[in-house]
């Protein structure tokens, strides 16, 4: 009998007509299988010649293309499929490369400790995990064909840390228990969409703000089907693991790190001038890092404000533009961040224990009506906790605020330190404990016990 994984590929064999040059090759079913693999991702389709997809490029693809897509992809459900079900106890999606530092290290966890076989689905053609993974560990690529490839979806466990599935035309795998990971620690109704966690049945919550307003939107909602787990944030971990060992480069320097979230309300678009200008000015070492969104459509503003204060600053030798979110680098150096709404700053302060200067600028907001939630966000009530609020525009407020935040870094270093055990679960092992949970679940669904640690 065919998988719904095999039912979804020969929905799409129809597009094999539009290519000429088909070839019917064998594909292996090797974890990430290099034929396969190359097929998807190369600029030139060994079928057509035509180009390929490339999420980071921000091509948008046409017609044929797209056709050329899902052909690949028709191949890769199909390789998927033909694994046993009882060898992918647990699929994990990820949008892009960048999921990998939230799904990681449960996933390495459960391979490395509870042996558990894990297939990677990932959307990014570019995504490390093609050629470097865990041998546990299969990856393969869907990307234009995700909407039909995920409600087949049939391996007992489904992990990902997208959230909004069933509100739109990407539905949850109905055959799997779905499981959402936080990606950050902001609260749930204001920085996410209504409903953006509906469609999911077990939830890795980083700390009791999140098993509070689970708790308390479900109740509101009448949902009573979920599993709230104190599992933790992996994330924060490896950033305090980290900084602990982590040296300076630049010791006699006092770096400030720009590092805003994306939206037309943040620190660069509302006032990077001034602050580089004036931080720059003052003797600070500063670093400039923008969000990914910054260089990606999803914010068509970020080149043009990157680019000005590049030609602005440029030449300034304390001036820095990281670029890159691959290295934290920036985090582990900076004395003092100055941020807006991002989630990255309670990562910074909760991590290496050194304070935040917040622009009080309009919230990044999804949910039109978070008011009506009845609860205060995370990333609003801490605000003042690990660090001070200053209004925009205002260059002798910021400046003076960053000499208190800097000559304060002992009063800071203490109090975020008991702030991080107050506001996530299993601070330093979350990833062991997310993975326990998995392993729990695929157990559950094989109606066996979990794999012993």
Request: proline share 7%.
């Amino acid at each position: 009998m065919y998988s719904s994984l095999t039912r979804f590929a020969g929905k799409h064999l129809y597009v094999l007509g539009f290519c000429a040059r088909r070839e019917r090759r064998t594909i292996a079913r090797s974890p990430s299988h290099p034929e396969l693999r190359n097929r998807f991702a190369r600029r030139s389709c060994i079928y057509c010649g035509g180009t390929n997809i490339r999420q980071k490029e921000n091509v948008v693809p046409g017609f044929f293309e797209r056709v050329k897509a899902r052909m690949r992809e028709t191949e890769v459900a199909r390789a998927i499929s033909t694994i046993p079900v009882s060898d992918r106890p647990i699929l994990a999606y990820a949008e892009d490369d960048y999921t990998w530092g939230q799904l990681g290290p449960y996933l390495n966890a459960v391979m490395d400790e509870h042996g558990l076989p894990v297939v990677y689905v990932t959307s990014d053609t570019e995504d490390p995990r093609f050629t470097d993974h865990h041998p546990l560990m299969s990856v393969y690529p869907i990307s234009e064909s995700l909407s039909t490839f995920l409600p087949a979806v049939d391996s007992p466990v489904f992990v990902t840390t997208m959230p909004d599935l069933d509100s739109f035309h990407i539905k949850r795998p109905q055959a799997s228990t779905c499981v959402y990971v936080f990606h950050s620690l902001n609260s749930i109704h204001m920085a996410y969409r209504p409903r953006a966690f509906d469609a999911y049945d077990v939830f890795f919550c980083t700390g009791p703000h999140h098993t509070e307003e689970l708790t308390r939107y479900f109740s509101q909602i009448g949902k009573t089907d979920y599993d709230l787990r104190e599992v933790g944030y992996p994330k924060l971990d490896r950033i305090a693991a980290n900084y602990r060992s982590y040296h300076k480069v630049h010791p006699d320097e006092t770096t400030i790190l720009i590092a805003p979230s994306w939206g037309p309300d943040n620190v660069l678009a509302a006032d990077g001038v001034s602050l580089v200008d004036t931080l720059s000015q003052a003797g600070y070492r500063v670093v400039v890092r923008p969000h990914p969104a910054f260089y990606e459509s999803l914010y068509p503003a970020g080149v043009g404000i990157m680019s000005d204060l590049e030609r602005r600053f440029g030449d300034r030798p304390n001036v820095v533009f990281e670029t890159s979110t691959t290295t934290e680098d920036s985090f582990m150096e900076a004395d003092v961040m100055v941020s807006d709404w991002s989630g990255a700053a309670l990562e910074y302060a909760l991590g290496t224990e050194r304070p935040v200067l917040f622009l009080d600028l309009p919230p990044k907001t999804n949910n039109p009506d978070w008011e009506q939630f009845g609860v205060v966000p995370i990333e609003d009530r801490m605000r003042e906790e690990i660090g001070m609020v200053v209004a925009p525009g205002d260059a002798t407020a910021a400046i003076e605020t960053v000499n208190a935040l800097v000559e304060n870094a002992a009063h800071y270093q203490s109090v975020l330190a008991d702030l991080r055990v107050q506001t996530v679960y299993n601070p330093g092992s979350a990833a062991d404990a997310g993975a326990v949970v998995l392993s729990e679940l695929a157990a559950k669904a094989r109606g066996g016990e979990a794999s012993a640690s």
